[in-house]
């Protein structure tokens, strides 16, 4: 299980977090359906570090920034996702 450190709840289960798509993949409204579909499903997955937008959906409610590890799950870092970051 993935746990996770809120930085005002402190160590939580996965769980109670949302993981959010970053904003690069949003879609325009009159993209074409093959742009669409492409962005949607066919999404890059790299192996390593990544630094994620998560929520602390079912807790109190923060955004975090989380530098973890897509294949160990390994989370080296969560800070708060601080307006115009
Ligand atoms: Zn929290």
Not at 53 to 82: D, F, M, P, Y
Request: aromatic residues 8%; negative net charge; hydrophobic residues 45%.
């Amino acid at each position: 299980m993935l746990l996770i450190t809120c930085p005002h709840c402190g160590e939580r289960a996965q769980a109670e977090f949302t993981y959010e798509r970053p904003v690069q993949t949003v879609i325009a409204l009159d993209a074409p359906v093959e742009v669409a579909v492409e962005t949607l499903y066919n999404r890059a997955n790299p192996r390593g570090w990544s630094w994620e937008l998560w929520r602390h959906t079912h807790g109190c409610g923060a955004w975090l920034k989380l530098h973890r590890h897509t294949a160990t799950h390994e989370v080296a870092a969560v800070a708060l996702l601080e307006a115009g970051a």
